[in-house]
């Protein structure tokens, strides 16, 4: 079983709609999880990171952590095309401090259609 | 306010040939990470500078190694390269702290080629 695992995709919607992207993860100790967007050719972006069960909104993005089940989902709504990159869900497998460690799952391609 | 830099873009090597890839931290940031990033992958982590000290390690062989100065900046030196070593170095700058959720932000990557 991998550490963080994600669909890879493509997962396409129509311009306007949400898109919901979905991360499970391993180990049961985890404490907190990051989305990166990345654009073909380029470095991962943080777009949020969330530690606490439940959502946490920011502009059009919603993430959710649900702890119990291990699992943390990225909602976007109104999609536009330039929404269209991988996203790649991250959990910190260290514990704070300077040992914290990302475990990034394959990333989802999410394809945004005008 | 200057984000995470690396050097060179990108880099092309012969198998055997050793390489030496070099990251300066967002500013205010003292913790750099490197990462290897191949094609369809996502980044997998090679180890973690604080302090001057290798903090953590990922599973990668000790022909990955590092270094930090203590202008926090960091190298990541690869020996004996093989074809598999080809990929997208990341590098990736925090500020340690108590907290559990530390971000961590990427510099643009180094594209190593190895043929």
């Known amino acids: 079983q991998k550490e963080v695992e994600q669909n890879s995709g493509p997962l396409s919607v129509p311009e306007g709609a949400i898109a919901s992207l979905n991360c499970t993860y391993s180990d049961r100790g985890s404490q907190s999880f990051f989305w990166y967007r990345q654009y073909s050719g380029k470095s991962p972006e943080l777009i949020m990171f969330?530690?606490?069960?439940g959502d946490k909104e920011d502009g059009r993005f919603t993430a959710q952590l649900n702890k119990a089940s291990q699992y943390v989902s990225l909602l976007i709504r109104d999609s536009q095309p330039s929404d269209s990159a991988t996203y790649l869900c991250a959990v910190n497998m260290g514990y704070g401090g300077a040992t914290n460690k990302l475990i990034f799952g394959t990333g989802t391609l999410l394809a945004v259609q005008p | 306010d200057a984000g995470v830099t690396q050097s060179p873009t990108h880099l092309i090597k012969t198998r055997g040939q050793q390489v030496t890839l070099r990251c300066s931290p967002k500013s205010g940031h003292d913790t750099v990470s490197w990462y290897q990033q191949a094609l369809g992958q996502g980044p997998q982590f090679i180890f973690q500078?604080?302090?001057?000290?290798?903090?953590q390690r990922g599973n990668f062989p000790d022909r990955f190694s590092g270094h930090q100065f203590p202008n926090y900046s960091s190298e990541l030196n690869v020996n004996a390269l093989l074809l598999g070593d080809s990929a997208l170095y990341l590098c990736?700058?925090?500020?340690?702290?108590?907290?559990?959720?530390?971000?961590?932000?990427f510099g643009p990557g180094t594209r190593l080629t190895v043929l």
């Open positions: 969330i530690y606490s069960n």
């Open positions: 990736a700058s925090s500020l340690a702290s108590g907290r559990l959720y530390n971000e961590q932000f």
């Open positions: 500078y604080y302090e001057e000290e290798e903090r």
